[in-house]
């Protein structure tokens, strides 16, 4: 683990998992870390230099007030100006996508391909808001009593996979900064007018179990990126993708990241 400080006072910690391949930038999702891309870094490390931010409020980098994902977006290229990568690949998972999208519209020079997994470009619902300001409140009053922390782990990582270590971490989040990061996931703006400037090869995938997004936002972002071939639907899989589903994630992204960089 390695951190730096942007020129804007944002601490940012990340970790190289180095290698003299092609760089590729796995970006986490929502009160994730980026240790829960494991199974890409044991997939792809021997080929790619694999580079995991931990974006503002997890892990360890810190936040200190409200942000949204522009600021995220510009956080990872600064890390990757501190590194002196140029361009690199972009790999996120639900919010990690959200931040990779917004890289490739800020600075789209940097991006030479992009795998969104279980993401949207569109704003969030209001049904959905409710839903996430709700829960918010519930866990900033009440704690992450156990009930809210099953009902968490549900949502993202489906019923198969054993999520005892993640559960453990969500009960040790500062829970004064559970309104900042919902504020930042479910403020966002809508991008799906704008992914046509996104001319990069992409990779769409998305779980048919996923219970935050519907196949609909997959298939709408795959139409509107011009050099998608079109969303790859996992049955059964999770809204997490990439840790909940990784043999099937990787038996894409392989070849894709192989293809394209």
Known sequence: ???ITTAQGQELDYVDHGGSGPAVVLLHSFFMDASMFAPQVAAFAADYRLIAVNQRGHGDTPVSGPFDYWDSARDVLAVLDHLGIERAALVGTSQGGFVALRIALLAPQRVVALAALGTSAAAEVPVMVANYRQMAANWIEMGPILPL??????????????????????RDHPIDTIDVL???LVDRDDIVGRLGEIDVPALVMHGSADLCYPMERAR????GLPKCEGAIIVEGGAHFLSLTNPDEVNAHLGPFLAATI
């Open 182 to 184: 919902v504020s930042a």
């Open 220 to 223: 709408e972002l795959a139409d």
């Open 1 to 3: 683990m390695a951190s």
């Open 149 to 170: 922390v099953d009902m968490l782990a549900a949502i993202c990582l489906g019923g198969e996979m054993d999520a005892t270590e993640w559960k453990a971490k969500w």
